[in-house]
């Protein structure tokens, strides 16, 4: 018999978060590929496991379609996570599935670079190309 894991079962709900709403406002050059690039280097969530501050600088490269991210919404959304215990992968995940939801863009790069921590440096990179996920062999968004 497999010994349980202490992290069995913390990430459970991680899926169904209530965040807040990223508001959106509409992008008036749809017909333009350009890129957006929004920096959060005072990230912070909580560690599911030790309950202790996990900090990380999050970086968000998007290329808008229709509609663009309102930054107040979107700042206020990333402050959620600082009383949420949450996985460095799950973290990436949420904000990428909550970003592509709200805007909708033509591509979009996620990458989180949580401090060390016991000595190690986590780095969680996420791609969408249209609203699909990369596969092997695509080009990557630029």
């Known amino acids: 018999m497999a010994k349980k894991s202490s992290y069995e079962g913390l990430q459970k709900k991680v899926r169904d978060l209530k965040t807040p709403k990223i508001e959106v406002w509409k992008n008036q050059y749809p017909d333009k590929?350009?890129?957006?690039?929004?920096?959060?280097?005072?990230?912070?969530?909580?560690?599911?496991?030790?309950?202790?501050?996990?900090?990380?600088?999050?970086?968000?490269?998007?290329?808008?379609?229709?509609?663009?991210?309102?930054?107040?919404?979107?700042?206020?959304?990333?402050?959620?996570?600082?009383?949420?215990?949450?996985?460095?992968?799950?973290?990436?995940?949420?904000?990428?599935?909550?970003?592509?939801?709200?805007?909708?863009?033509?591509?979009?790069?996620i990458t989180g670079e949580f401090n060390p921590r016991g000595g190690i440096k986590t780095t969680v990179s996420r791609e969408f190309r249209d609203g699909f996920p990369q596969k092997a062999g695509h080009p990557p968004f630029r």
């Open 33 to 109: 590929e350009y890129t957006v690039v929004l920096d959060i280097p005072e990230f912070t969530c909580i560690c599911p496991k030790t309950g202790l501050p996990d900090f990380a600088t999050i970086r968000i490269e998007y290329s808008p379609q229709l509609y663009c991210i309102e930054l107040k919404s979107f700042k206020m959304y990333t402050i959620f996570f600082r009383n949420v215990g949450i996985f460095h992968e799950h973290l990436v995940n949420k904000m990428m599935e909550d970003f592509v939801g709200a805007c909708k863009p033509r591509g979009v790069k």
